[in-house]
Structures are given as structure tokens and as C-alpha cells.
Nanobody, 116 residues
Framework: QVQLVESGGGLVQPGGSLRLACAAS????????MNWYRHAPGKERELVAA????????KYADSVKGRFTISRDNAKNTVYLRMNSLKPEDTAVYYC?????????WGQGTQVTVSS
């Protein structure tokens, strides 16, 4: 059974940090590119960060460049999103996503709220 389980979300003050984790099971994790998306109320779903199978290449949305870092540990079947200097506009449900050809899997999401 394929599972992507996100964790690490919560309430944080502006300027704070969080690290999200997404633990994968039920498929060959190292074959899959991994992505983090977010969806805020009233907004389109946004691709926040992406990482290739080996972690050799990453890309980021302009809105998070220099503040967020995506990484992966293929030995632990886990992808991470380190989020620094958080802003209220980062508030959203964050989802991890795995892609290999036509195979696409989604996690259930974790809420991140940035508020004082």
C-alpha cells in the first residue's frame, strides 16, 4: 500500500522556522522525483519545491527562494522541507508528491500556520 505521510506542521510566529517531513512507503522511493506543494484558502495550489531522484537538482518557487530548502534521504525514504523566515503568506496546507512517469502519489497534507 502506497503511503506518503507528512509531519512537522504547526503554528509558528512570523520569522520562525519549521521542518516538514514526508515518509514514503509502498513504492521504490529512490525512483521518484519528489515535490512539495501548498494550498492556501482562496488560492491556486502552488509547487513550492522539487528535488530529483538523487537529490542532485532542486528548484523552488520564487516566493520561497532563499528561505526554503528541500532535501531527501533515500535510505530513510523521506523527503524534507526546511522552512526559515516564515511569513503569514506561507500559511497553507503543505502536501508532498511523488512522481515517476505516470505514477503520481500524494500525501494527506500538513497544516502550516504563520501568525503572531
Amino acid at each position: 500500500q502506497v503511503q506518503l505521510v507528512e509531519s512537522g506542521g504547526g503554528l509558528v510566529q512570523p520569522g520562525g522556522s519549521l521542518r516538514l517531513a514526508c515518509a514514503a512507503s509502498g513504492f521504490t522511493f529512490r525512483w521518484y522525483a519528489m515535490n512539495w506543494y501548498r494550498h492556501a484558502p482562496g488560492k491556486e495550489r502552488e509547487l513550492v519545491a522539487a528535488i530529483t531522484t538523487t537529490g542532485g537538482s532542486t528548484k523552488y518557487a520564487d516566493s520561497v527562494k532563499g528561505r526554503f530548502t528541500i532535501s531527501r534521504d533515500n535510505a530513510k525514504n523521506t523527503v524534507y522541507l526546511r522552512m526559515n523566515s516564515l511569513k503569514p503568506e506561507d500559511t497553507a496546507v503543505y502536501y508532498c508528491n511523488a512522481v515517476w512517469g505516470d505514477n503520481v502519489y500524494w500525501g494527506q497534507g500538513t497544516q502550516v500556520t504563520v501568525s503572531s
